[in-house]
């Protein structure tokens, strides 16, 4: 029987899940948001650059180590831009045009002193989900590509300096004009349920007492983030799983990760053998289990702006408590 052959008939109807192409169930991740239009076709328009930067409506954002000045009020931030003439020197790069034609670029260099007061430098992971849409979108943007330019500095070809070009979003050889692109590592990370709806929780050996979070790794070469989620859940507790299904990315990029969120059903054999190397502990918590265990000060979850916790608190149904 053909595939079109079992389409139900009936007029209106959703097709099957098979050929059904939805969106993400994860939505509005606090790293994942974005308001300012990247304007790649202006990365090597050099007379629109040049008129930009001599523009005094331009902002400019400075990243130094993976920090930026940022403005914390009331459960809110901002971020602190500059003009481009108090611009440090560094690597600069176009983060985009908004709907008023203002244009954003970041640079790659010594952060000023704070403005006033509210004013301090802060990581991304810190000040990401207190941020607007726009400043989150501009800061994590703006992180990635200077932390790449400041660890990526040589050909890997030939071991030459490379010198910045599109706007910093590429690397060029002056010796034998290879290109290079900023890196992302993907990475996935996997909420794991048994038949009874229990929610499968480790805690990684590197971490403190009382941390948990669901099962994370990197995809590795030549694999598929699918095939990556089956075999670290089996590497790091003797579970195996199916129906893997995607949930959503969010840019990680400290330094130069994208996680890609998963649910995964273990429906065979629900007994854990932890690798002792990387997980210190896991186990399986029905809702109220987690619940009890938070309530007591047992466990601790991850942070809200991590994709773990926007998964977990998916599986949970309700606001999570108890963060790191
Ligand atoms: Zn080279």
């Given at each position: 029987m053909s595939a079109a052959a079992s389409l139900p008939d009936v007029p209106g109807s959703a097709p099957p899940p098979s050929v059904a192409?939805?969106?993400?169930?994860?939505?509005?991740?606090?790293?994942?948001?974005?308001?300012?239009?990247?304007?790649?076709?202006?990365?090597?328009?050099?007379?629109?650059?040049?008129?930009?930067?001599?523009?005094?409506?331009?902002r400019v954002l400075v990243v130094e180590h993976g920090q930026a000045l940022c403005e914390f009020g009331t459960e809110q931030a901002r971020l602190g831009f500059v003009a481009p003439a108090q611009a440090p020197d560094g690597v600069r790069f176009l983060l985009g045009v908004d709907d008023e034609a203002v244009a954003y670029f970041g640079v790659a260099g010594a952060l000023a002193d704070p403005p006033g007061p509210g004013f301090r430098p802060a990581y991304l992971r810190e000040a990401g989900p207190l941020l607007s849409d726009r400043d989150a979108g501009l800061l994590t943007h703006a992180v990635a590509l200077g932390n790449w330019h400041e660890t990526f500095t040589h050909c890997p070809r030939c071991g030459s300096p490379t010198d910045p070009f599109s706007s910093g979003h590429a690397r060029r050889c002056p010796v034998d004009a290879s290109e290079h692109f900023p890196r992302v590592d993907p990475a996935m990370i996997v909420l794991v349920?048994?038949?009874?709806?229990?929610?499968?929780?480790?805690?990684?050996?590197?971490?403190?007492?009382?941390?948990?979070?669901?099962?994370?790794?990197?995809?590795?070469?030549?694999?598929?983030?699918?095939?990556?989620v089956a075999r670290e859940v089996a590497e790091e507790t003797g579970i195996a799983v199916s129906a893997v299904t995607y949930l959503g990315s969010q840019p990680w990029p400290m330094p130069q990760s994208l996680m890609l969120g998963f649910r995964a059903a273990a429906d065979g054999s629900q007994e854990i053998e932890v690798d002792a190397n990387e997980i210190a502990e896991a186990n399986w918590y029905s809702r109220d289990e987690l619940t009890a265990a938070i309530a007591s000060g047992q466990l601790r979850l991850p942070p809200p702006v991590s994709i773990a916790h926007r998964i977990i608190e998916s599986w949970y149904g309700r606001e999570l408590p108890g963060s790191w």
């Open positions: 192409l939805t969106g993400p169930a994860l939505t509005r991740l606090a790293l994942a948001r974005e308001e300012v239009d990247r304007s790649a076709h202006l990365r090597n328009d050099q007379a629109w650059l040049d008129a930009a930067w001599a523009d005094q409506r331009t349920t048994d038949p009874l709806d229990r929610a499968l929780l480790a805690r990684n050996a590197l971490w403190p007492e009382r941390r948990v979070s669901i099962l994370a790794g990197f995809v590795e070469a030549g694999e598929s983030a699918e095939q990556a």
